[in-house]
């Protein structure tokens, strides 16, 4: 089974019930974007996005493509030739090659990347503070830094967003073992007209698999 979905337990599991404590340390500006960008995308009904990840150690080596639809409270991830469905309780991590199925059960727990997760934490596990405009994939953004309250293996992180229509353009994560992963946002929309199983794993397509509940 491919490790970075193994490492998954929920991408977007607290989205819809982030804390409203604030971080222990956030200037006003830092603040205002994210609270803005948040807003932004706990009002969807659906949001789907296309995107470039990339990892590597001390800089990004090899990227992969993926796809991310996502409620405030379900998601379908697909990259790397391996799919992960969240419906609301339980994680099913799917790899074709292996024609295989975990089954766990969501804990939340687990520190992963993806276009979304960040804003479901940076209000109680991150200080937040500005530090400036930058220009990423011909957007003119401003850049945010993240760095933890309490020590969870990552130096820091960097959020781009575009002001003008408060969406997440590009994500780096700087980990203290020097490794990177970044998400660059390809294609973003929002309130599609989804399939009615698009969160629901079904046993009877995957009859051929060997399935695991752990």
Do not use: C, H, W
Request: no cysteine.
């Amino acid at each position: 089974m491919n490790k970075f979905l193994i490492k998954i337990s929920v991408i977007t599991l607290s989205f819809a019930t982030v804390e409203t404590i604030s971080a222990q340390k956030a200037d006003a500006k830092s603040k205002s974007l994210l609270d803005a960008v948040s807003a932004k995308y706990k009002s969807n009904k659906n949001t789907y996005f296309k995107f470039i990840y990339g990892s590597g150690n001390g800089r990004v080596s090899k990227t992969q493509t993926g796809i991310f639809y996502t409620t405030p409270s379900q998601y379908r991830l697909k990259i790397m030739g391996t799919e992960q469905i969240f419906d609301g309780n339980k994680v099913y991590s799917i790899s074709a090659g292996d024609q295989e199925v975990t089954i766990a059960k969501a804990t939340g727990a687990e520190m992963i990347l993806s276009p979304t997760n960040y804003l479901a934490t940076y209000k109680t596990d991150y200080n937040t503070l500005y530090v400036g405009k930058k220009p990423v994939a011909g957007v003119n953004t401003d850049v945010v830094k993240l760095t933890p309250v309490k020590s969870n293996g990552i130096k820091y992180v960097n959020i781009y967003l575009n002001p003008a229509n408060r969406q997440i353009v590009k994500i780096e994560q700087f980990s203290s073992n020097n490794d990177v992963a970044t998400i660059l946002v390809k294609e973003y929309r929002t309130n599609q007209k989804l399939a009615e199983d698009m969160f629901t794993f079904n046993k009877n397509n995957y009859k051929n698999y060997i399935i695991t509940e752990l």
